[in-house]
């Protein structure tokens, strides 16, 4: 559901969307508020959901996760008991970092990650296609990364 945000809200997501380790302090001098009324509407978007979580940002190849794929699944059939068990079964993966139900030719999109084509070549033939609900895989090997941002464009009222 969609939360109304006003111009000083959108401001504050905007800058903690580019520097979420900011002080209160730094934070509401750029907002122009006193530090009070900023903490207390960054909590308020925190208790609301707007503001999931924070984290730090890794960078893959630095920690040794060379091989990032999507992969396209199709399940043997399209209802509520296989999608369960396709879903509990990739929440148990920690290479797949990414999972969505999707509509078109496929059921679900995979984003993974792995040390190599070797362990992407394990993850593949000894997990995901041994999930029994699944049909087909089509594996889309990451080449090079153009553009990937976390950073969300906030609409304008």
Do not use: W
Not at 127 to 139: G, K, Y
């Amino acid at each position: 559901m969609s939360q109304k945000l006003d111009a000083t809200d959108r401001k504050i997501l905007r800058i903690l969307q580019s520097n979420a380790k900011i002080t209160n302090a730094q934070l509401s001098q750029e907002v122009g508020l006193s530090p009070a009324p900023t903490l207390e509407r960054v909590k308020k978007l925190e208790k609301t959901g707007v503001i999931k979580s924070y984290h730090a940002a890794l960078d893959e190849h630095c920690i040794g996760l060379e091989v990032s794929t999507y992969l396209l699944i199709t399940l043997k059939g399209h209802n509520k008991s296989n999608m369960l068990q396709f879903t509990e079964a990739i929440d148990q993966i920690d290479e797949v970092i990414e999972c969505y139900h999707i509509t078109g030719r496929g059921d679900f999109l995979l984003k993974t990650v792995s040390t190599g084509i070797s362990a992407y070549q394990s993850l593949i033939l000894e997990q995901i296609s041994e999930i029994p609900v699944v049909d087909n895989l089509e594996s889309m090997v990451i080449l090079s990364t153009l553009k990937k941002s976390s950073y969300l464009p906030l609409p304008q009222d």
